[in-house]
């Protein structure tokens, strides 16, 4: 099954070198859905993440998508950063 996507928004992070950073839903299955997020330098992908079967219910996916934009988290921190938003029972995800 292809996964199919819909983009949240985007960060850009100033820094040394800046970045974009794009958040998606992605739909991993019936009724499931995770989180990818790219980023980008330029025009070429340079990092993403992408982790499948998170939630079930789309609003939720979409507004930890939100969560995870607006603190501008980056690809490399997203399995850690979505572990804690999972052991905080902030969202009910399953």
């Not at 974009?20 to 992605?26: A, G």
């Not at 739909?27 to 079967?53: F, H, L, P, W």
């Not at 930890?64 to 980056?74: D, E, P, Q, S, Y």
Request: glycine share 8%; net charge negative; charged share 30%.
């Amino acid at each position: 099954m292809k996964m199919r996507r819909e983009e949240v928004g985007t960060s850009l992070i100033k820094g040394e070198n800046d970045f974009l950073c794009r958040y998606c839903i992605i739909e991993s299955g019936q009724d499931m859905y995770g989180i990818e997020i790219e980023k980008t330098e330029g025009n070429k992908v340079t990092e993403a993440c992408r982790i499948g079967d998170v939630c079930r219910v789309k609003g939720q996916a979409y507004e930890i998508a939100k969560m995870l934009m607006r603190n501008t988290v980056t690809p490399i921190t997203l399995h850690d950063i979505l572990y804690d938003i999972v052991a905080s029972d902030q969202f009910c995800l399953m």
